[in-house]
């Protein structure tokens, strides 16, 4: 299958819409990152205290919460990707958009927080190597 590709306006719509997955992606991996924490501390008090009491009812909530969240976060991932997006960062919220200029594919980049896409890079290289989009072109005035 081709790899699709984007124009800037047809990215630029996409963000909306981008930005809300990526922000449900973030509160999700946050959500699994909290209980993890919270599952290797109490693993820890057991090891070192012994026969400590565990809120069990509790613990079983907290472990739904974080299947509930992985898959909030897949979901997310995966409805970017069918777009066509390719998340290169998620902590930050960092997306590239295939797109052709002068007749080669590069990635149009844009981080959560900008508010439209301004910088691109190649595909071999990365978020630090980013240059801004070159000016558009103005229509030339016709003679009169």
Do not use: Y
């Not at 509160?27 to 993890?36: E, G, N, Q, S």
Request: proline content about 5%; hydrophobic content about 40%.
């Amino acid at each position: 299958m081709a790899q699709r590709t984007f124009t800037l306006d047809e990215a630029q719509l996409l963000l909306p819409i981008l930005e809300a997955l990526l922000k449900r992606g973030i509160a999700a991996r946050k959500t699994i990152f909290d209980v993890d924490e919270e599952f290797q501390e109490l693993h820890h008090r057991i090891f070192i205290q012994g026969g400590l009491t565990v809120d069990i009812p509790r613990m079983a909530r907290r472990r739904a919460e974080r299947d509930k969240a992985t898959q909030a976060l897949k979901d997310a991932l995966a409805e970017i990707d069918s777009a066509g997006v390719q998340v290169k960062d998620l902590d930050v919220g960092l997306l590239d958009f295939p797109t052709l200029m002068e007749e080669k594919i590069v990635l149009l980049c844009w981080k959560m927080g900008e508010s439209k896409i301004t910088h691109w890079h190649g595909t071999d290289e990365g978020f630090s190597s980013r240059k801004p989009l070159p000016a558009p072109k103005s229509k030339r005035e016709k003679p009169n």
